[in-house]
């Protein structure tokens, strides 16, 4: 595919959002920032790949306390710097911190690190030792004071979902992060119907299946790779395509490179047919039955 106006991306973006339980939106394609901000001779290239990220409305941007141990949120600080407004941005806390006075602190080097005085989604990296009723008490407090907008979680599967919108204050949840692409589909079985059901959209981290076992079979695969050729596509442009095709799924591929970035956003101006879908479907079956969940 050749390169594509900013402009024409901006408004493939506003045509592909997720709706939140609190009504705001969530563009389909967004930036991940994993492994980002580790390796300073590829600090500026990241920097110029998020902000043109940006500037093609790829609003969201997910980032961590992990990634880097605050390395790629304050590389995310720096490159939002003066574009607060532009942003919706996503950061996860540690489960060890994700309670009592340790939840205000890692909540607050966070936003330090960002440059921001609130998020607009804060995750649960995983579940923890800390009671989940614990961990959303404190969530609904940062709310409260205004640290963030909302507040989700990421790797919980249909029995934690379960046992989450259970609580006082579950069904707050915003979103829950999973891993999701082509080549990894069982959450397809119950957990990605359960939060249709419940109106929660679903970010799909690693949607290109990085640091996955199986991205090369992934990336060679004849059926993907003949499709792509078929649009003048990229086999990453059909994945993502691929990923968000339902309109509930957010996928967060990071990319950074400045190309890469704008080829990513590109994606979302195809438009496949039931065909492709069915051709895909049969190279990559969907689930039959439940399997654990997918991490990496």
């Known amino acids: 595919?050749?390169?594509?106006?900013?402009?024409?991306?901006?408004?493939?973006?506003?045509?592909?959002?997720?709706?939140?339980?609190?009504?705001?939106?969530?563009?389909?394609?967004?930036?991940?920032?994993?492994?980002?901000?580790?390796?300073e001779s590829k600090r500026e290239a990241e920097i110029e790949a998020l902000r043109t990220g940006l500037d093609c409305g790829l609003h969201v941007i997910d980032t961590a306390e992990m990634y880097g141990e605050g390395k790629s949120e304050s590389l995310v600080g720096e490159a939002i710097q003066d574009r607060r407004e532009d942003v919706f941005l996503v950061s996860k806390v540690y489960p060890h911190n994700a309670g009592g006075d340790e939840l205000v602190q890692a909540c607050d080097a966070t936003l330090e690190r960002l440059g921001t005085d609130y998020l607009d989604l804060y995750l649960l990296h995983w579940r923890g030792n800390i009671p989940l009723e614990e961990t959303v008490d404190g969530l609904e407090q940062l709310k409260a004071d205004g640290k963030i907008r909302a507040w989700g979680v990421s790797n919980f599967d249909v029995d934690d979902m379960k046992e989450l919108l259970a609580l006082p204050n579950g069904k707050h949840c915003a979103v829950n992060q999973v891993l999701y692409h082509l080549g990894s589909r069982g959450v397809e079985y119950d957990l990605l119907p359960f939060l249709q059901e419940h109106g929660i959209p679903m970010m799909a981290y690693a949607p290109l299946a990085e640091g996955s076992d199986v991205k090369e079979k992934v990336f060679n695969d004849?059926?993907?790779?003949?499709?792509?050729?078929?649009?003048?596509?990229?086999?990453?442009?059909?994945?993502?395509?691929?990923?968000?095709?339902?309109?509930?799924?957010?996928?967060?591929?990071?990319?950074?490179?400045?190309?890469?970035?704008?080829?990513?956003?590109a994606a979302l101006l195809l438009n496949l047919t039931e065909d492709d879908f069915n051709a895909l479907d049969e190279a990559f079956p969907p689930p039959s039955e439940k399997k654990p969940l997918d991490v990496i």
Do not use: S
């Open 1 to 39: 595919m050749n390169r594509i106006p900013h402009t024409l991306i901006l408004a493939a973006l506003k045509q592909h959002v997720a709706e939140l339980p609190d009504g705001r939106e969530m563009r389909a394609l967004g930036q991940g920032t994993w492994r980002m901000g580790e390796d």
């Open 222 to 265: 004849e059926t993907l790779n003949r499709i792509a050729e078929a649009y003048n596509a990229t086999p990453a442009q059909i994945l993502l395509t691929w990923t968000v095709r339902n309109g509930n799924v957010i996928a967060i591929p990071k990319a950074g490179q400045k190309a890469h970035v704008e080829e990513n956003g």
